[in-house]
């Protein structure tokens, strides 16, 4: 994953929907995939690049920013120039679609999978933050308000990007809650997101393809004791 608000947003939605990550009294299950942080987009491209070479199923979490095809294009191209890859790699970098499907891409060979998630639903732009924001219950009473506090800030000069837009207004929300500015994977943890918006279960049906041997393991129920967030 590009970072670790990705990181932990991932360990905790998985964790609403069954799969137990471990804690100081119980291991994980063997079979959950290791989540890494590669800390940026560069290093998230050339990781992957290097893993994708020794991995059975290696799958990628990115942002779309401002182009999500762009940003799938660069990947795409990064893992088209890896050097030297074995034949198997070749044939699954072979079949990967020049154009990004909105169910997010598996790219199978046997038991072997390369498989990508653009942020926020393989279409939209923007990042993590958009994919939290459609998971924010309808109707809560703090979110009108707080895209009306981002919104007044603008008038009064406040400046950034505009694609960083659900960034200021997902971080004013939380700022609202019973525990104020509590992190992305704590907040996922505390139930403030919805598991099961539409955003959230297509990402979990992109994870259950992407490592099939985990859908038990996902099912709808909560999880105890996940990390902290």
Known sequence: VEGSDDLFVTV???GRHGAF?????????????????AGSID????????????????GVILDADVDAERAWSKLRRRL???ADPPA??????DKLPEALPREGIVSEEGERALGVWVMPDNGARGALEDFLVALVPPGNVHWGPACEGVAAAITRGVRFPEHHRAKAEIHTWLAWQREPGVPFGRAMKSAYFLHDAA???????????????????????????????
């Open 12 to 14: 905790e939605l998985l």
């Open 21 to 37: 990550w471990g804690d100081a009294t119980r291991e994980a299950s063997a079979d959950l995939p290791h989540i890494f942080n």
């Open 43 to 58: 290093n998230l491209r050339e990781t992957a690049a290097v893993e994708a070479k020794g991995r059975h199923r290696l």
């Open 80 to 82: 088209c120039g890896i």
């Open 88 to 93: 198997w790699l070749s044939r699954i970098v």
């Open 199 to 229: 955003g959230a279960m297509a990402f979990i049906a992109w994870f259950r393809r992407m490592f099939p041997g985990e859908s038990e393991a996902t099912g709808e129920k909560p999880s105890p004791a996940q990390p902290e967030g």
